[in-house]
């Protein structure tokens, strides 16, 4: 079983930054991937970015040039900066993470947080 575990959310300025964390905890897995999506107010639930643990990452339009992921694979931790935040960025941001299994790692399950909440407004 693995456990993601999510920190970083709140509120902020429009203009402002927050940085989320994500942590994957556990025995027996190795992560594939991780990444983030977001649930915003009346919408679906849409990506905002995943890193595979080569590092090869995948933006959202929306957030690039504006979110960085980071990601510390012997700390199966990533990590989200967000900058330039906008009101529309406002949503509960949930950490997903691919991995695979032992003791053969060729199974791929996949994982999310619980979710944390971002709220950009002045």
């Known amino acids: 079983q693995v456990q993601l575990v999510e920190s970083g959310g709140g509120l902020v300025q429009p203009g402002g930054s927050l940085r989320l964390s994500c942590a994957a905890s556990g025995s027996g897995f190795r992560v594939a991937s991780m990444g983030w999506y977001r649930h915003g107010p009346g919408e679906q639930r849409e990506l905002v970015v995943t890193?595979?643990?080569?590092?090869?990452?995948n933006y959202a339009d929306s957030v690039k040039g504006r979110f960085t992921i980071s990601r510390d694979n012997a700390k199966n931790t990533v990590y989200l900066q967000m900058n330039s935040l906008k009101p529309e960025d406002t949503a509960v941001y949930y950490c997903?993470?691919?991995?695979?299994?032992?003791?053969?790692?060729?199974?791929?399950?996949?994982?999310w947080g619980q979710g944390t909440q971002v709220t950009v407004s002045s």
């Open positions: 997903e993470a691919e991995v695979t299994i032992a003791p053969y790692y060729i199974v791929t399950q996949q994982y």
């Open positions: 890193i595979t643990s080569g590092g090869r990452t």
